[in-house]
């Protein structure tokens, strides 16, 4: 069996950076126990595989990370829809995952080449995390500026505001501590427009991701709820700075305090490699 599969880095405009992704471009002859090994080999946060649409969809797309299947992330669906528009030409492109539709909106450049993305994504529901002084034990820290919340568009994110750049920057978590909580931690410092974020998922074999597009959107409704955000700004992310593998993510979301009536995560990314598994 030989199966064809794209590497590129999202959430960034040049190689070598943002967040690493595969994506198996025909993996009809595969099941989950296989995806899920293949993910392990290659060992990115998550590797994407591509199956013929069954809800009317471009195509649909199973998600894996080293240790666990998804319903839903960003930057597979950003990525797969990056590697499927550009062959196809398309702008737009709808990837049916475990939690529904989820559409992707394709700017060009002048000369034809892909240039941004916009991914609408589940509205999450929001829930206080149950135990929030574990998860601050488990991260090292005092204390969130905000109540420490629980966003589910999918996965689960627990976010965590804390007071500076710095201190998010200075973060050595507990990660057997997290990965018992079975926690998703999304921690993020900023204000206004511009926010700094680190994400640690060990319970999915991921110590820190190094750009969440699925917790970018969380985060954003976490900041207009609160009232640190104005609804409907475009908020500028900065990620994976401390792996060695800058991002940059864009999120915006239209509503207000009684309903959340929109959630849009946008980015870059650059295809960097291509090759073949033979198994």
């Known amino acids: 069996m030989t199966l064809r599969f794209v590497f590129c880095d999202v959430f960034t405009d040049r190689p070598l950076a943002g967040n690493q992704l595969a994506v198996f471009t025909d993996a009809r002859e595969l ?18 595989f591509v199956l013929p649409p069954e809800a009317g969809g471009t195509a649909r797309v199973r998600i894996f990370t080293p240790a666990r299947e998804l319903p839903f992330a960003g930057h597979p669906c950003l990525g797969t829809a990056w590697v499927l528009a550009a062959p196809l030409q398309r702008e737009v492109v709808v990837l049916e995952t475990g939690a529904g539709s989820v559409r ?22 929001v829930e206080p995390h149950p135990d929030p002084e574990a998860v601050l ?35 050595r978590p507990d990660l057997h501590a997290l990965a018992e909580l079975d926690v998703y931690a999304s921690c993020v410092a900023g204000d206004g427009e511009r926010w700094k974020t680190r994400m640690f998922a060990p319970s999915a074999g991921v110590a820190e991701d190094p750009a969440t597009g699925a917790a970018a959107g969380p985060l954003a409704v976490h900041l207009c709820r609160h009232g640190l955000v104005r609804w409907g700004a ?45 198994l």
């Open 31 to 48: 099941d989950g126990a296989v995806m899920q090994a293949l993910a392990r080999e290659i060992g990115f946060s998550e590797t994407a």
């Open 104 to 125: 992707l909106r394709l700017e060009r450049d002048g000369s034809g080449a892909l240039d941004f993305g916009w991914m609408e994504q589940p509205v999450p529901r």
């Open 137 to 171: 034990r488990a991260l090292g820290v005092e204390r969130s500026l905000l109540p420490v919340e629980v966003y589910d568009n999918g996965p689960r994110f627990t976010t965590v505001v804390l007071g500076s750049r710095d201190e998010v920057a200075a973060l």
């Open 234 to 278: 475009e908020l500028t992310i900065e990620q994976g700075v401390e792996l060695g593998r800058p991002s940059t993510l864009h999120a915006r979301v239209e509503g207000g305090p009684d309903a959340v009536l929109a959630v849009e995560v946008g980015g870059r990314a650059v295809v960097v490699a291509r090759g073949e598994f033979r």
